[in-house]
């Protein structure tokens, strides 16, 4: 029963970022960027909810900042990058670089930090649960991309700003 409850929720911390992948993929990114985001996503869903069970409450009451309000920033920067650059006349595909692979895989697994914190009442082993959230994480992470991708070669410009709306929405979703 331990293991069904652990799976629910890394089902449930991926599908944000299967849905900010879903709209990041419209950018047509290739396979390789794809690979290598599924990837940064997984390795932050590890690695969230472990900080989250050690540390959280600590760095929490510590910096007196709501978790949100990171997240709101991170996806709205994001989303207003996204529709800008389908403005863009440069018709090249613009190749993500390190840092906004960093704030990507950091805002989808800022809920596995907040998991992690209440970890102690789920499981008494912190490894299994970062270990199915990051599975979760890094395959919905690249379904979502892939789905994207598709969506882009048929709506071309239009889906791209759309993603980048629904990342801006989304962003000021999580302030509330």
Known sequence: ?????????????????????????????????RIYLSLIVSVFHFF????GYLFGNYV???????????????????GIDMIASSFKKDEKIKVMRGFEY??????????SFSVGMSLTDISKNVFLPAIVF??????????????G???????????????G???SIIGIIYAF
């Open 1 to 33: 029963m331990e293991f069904l409850l652990i799976f629910v929720i890394g089902l449930s911390v991926s599908m944000d970022a299967f849905s900010l992948s879903l709209a990041y993929g419209t950018l047509g990114i290739l396979k390789s960027q």
């Open 149 to 163: 991708n598709k969506i882009e070669k048929s709506l071309g410009k239009v889906a791209t700003i759309g993603g």
């Open 102 to 111: 960093f704030l990507f895989g950091f805002a989808v697994s800022i809920d």
């Open 134 to 147: 990051s599975l979760c994480s890094g395959f919905f992470t690249f379904v979502g991309l892939t789905f």
């Open 165 to 167: 709306v629904v990342l």
């Open 60 to 78: 929490i009451n510590l910096l007196k900042i709501n978790p949100d309000i990171v997240v709101t920033l991170v996806l709205m920067f994001i």
């Open 48 to 51: 969230m909810p472990i900080f």
